[in-house]
């Protein structure tokens, strides 16, 4: 299935115009080369597969996701993008109010325990973060709870 250029929006394959906007396709190649390999449509205006966008969208989060937000306008890119702002902005959070909260142990002597947990929850944010691209990777729309759907929204979906 191809995407309109314009909107986004899915485009039947050999359909001239887009069903949503109206803004003419390029014509799917079809038929054999004369190599005899069949000649294959780039997936996108970068030539990029939506999966291997997916994940670059983790990357380097926050920043990696905007970029892909704004350049990239197929929806399953969209997607996890959003979805990988959000993550970033809600891991900064996390990150703070964890902080301080491990301050506050500092400040009662049960320092020894923050500096316990902390590296525990560095560990939990990297498989989350290895787990994400993987599933971005194998095409998949894996919604984390409060996140997911607010990227769905933003996404248009």
């Not at 115009?17 to 069949?38: E, R, T």
């Not at 947990?117 to 984390?144: D, N, R, S, T």
């Amino acid at each position: 299935m191809a995407f309109c250029a314009k909107c986004g929006s899915q485009v039947a394959d050999g359909v001239g115009f887009c069903p949503k906007c109206g803004a003419p396709q390029p014509a799917a190649a079809a038929g054999p080369v004369p190599g005899g390999a069949p000649m294959v449509a780039a997936s996108s205006e970068s030539g990029m597969q939506e999966n291997v966008a997916g994940l670059l969208c983790y990357v380097l989060g926050w920043v990696t996701g905007l970029i892909f937000f704004l350049i990239d306008k197929r929806p399953f890119v969209r997607f996890h993008a959003a979805q990988s702002i959000g993550l970033s902005i809600g891991l900064i959070v996390i990150y703070i109010v964890v902080g301080f909260a491990f301050g506050m142990l500092s400040i009662a002597h049960l320092g020894i325990l923050a500096l316990a947990l902390y590296p525990i929850l560095g560990l939990v944010v990297f498989v989350l973060w290895i787990f994400m691209m993987y599933k971005a990777y194998q095409h998949e729309e894996f919604k984390l709870p409060f996140i997911g759907d607010i990227a769905k929204n933003m996404a248009g979906k």
